[in-house]
């Protein structure tokens, strides 16, 4: 019978309740250019992607110049960093979460399409960093989510099957990426789902179903 041996997470939207963010912060940096994302835009096409890819986007869809890109990227990082230090905070239920899951054995690592020190700061501004074995971000690979390279280097690290796997995700990205590696797919809405039962109770009913 396999075993659920390691849960891997997604940070924003998963860990981090980082969707507005990023969304703030990169519009922060477009305005300057006369350019904005609506909350609408946001929502179907760019949440979840990384920011270069989205720069790539705005170039295509509405003519964003392509020199501009490294200039409004370190811009974003900035400005994200700076929200980051004001609100990023430990939550106690995934702190739970994540030590009693660690107490028990399980291997816990994350995957983000963020650059790596966003996903430093971040998890350990919310005191999560070290439950991880490891994190990988988007500078880690040569293909961010939706492609499945994250997750797969991911699991080859953990020295564990795909099926022994299981990966939280809450978006369609995100759920491509993980559904493409072979592992276990917990989908969330919130980051209030990511808790310490809803977790448990999907490791059981995916073992009961064996
Ligand atoms: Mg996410």
Sequence with gaps: MTKIKAVIFDMDGVLI???????EALNKALVLFGMEISRYD?????????TKKKLEMLSIE?????????FINCLKQQYTMEIVHQKCKPKFYHEFALSRLKNSGYKL???SNSVR???????DKASLLNYMEFFLSNQDVSKGKPDPEMYNNAIERLGLDPKECLIIEDNEHGIAAA???GANVMEVE??????YLNIHKYINL?????
């Design 206 to 210: 995916f073992e009961e179903n064996l």
């Design 17 to 23: 309740d980082a969707k507005d963010w990023h969304y």
């Design 179 to 181: 559904k493409a590696s």
């Design 42 to 50: 946001h929502l179907v096409t760019f949440d979840g992607l990384p």
């Design 109 to 111: 690592a994350v995957c």
């Design 117 to 123: 020190n966003s996903v430093q700061v971040m998890l």
């Design 62 to 70: 509405r003519g964003l110049p392509e020199e501009l890109h490294e």
């Design 190 to 195: 919130t980051v209030e789902d990511v808790n």
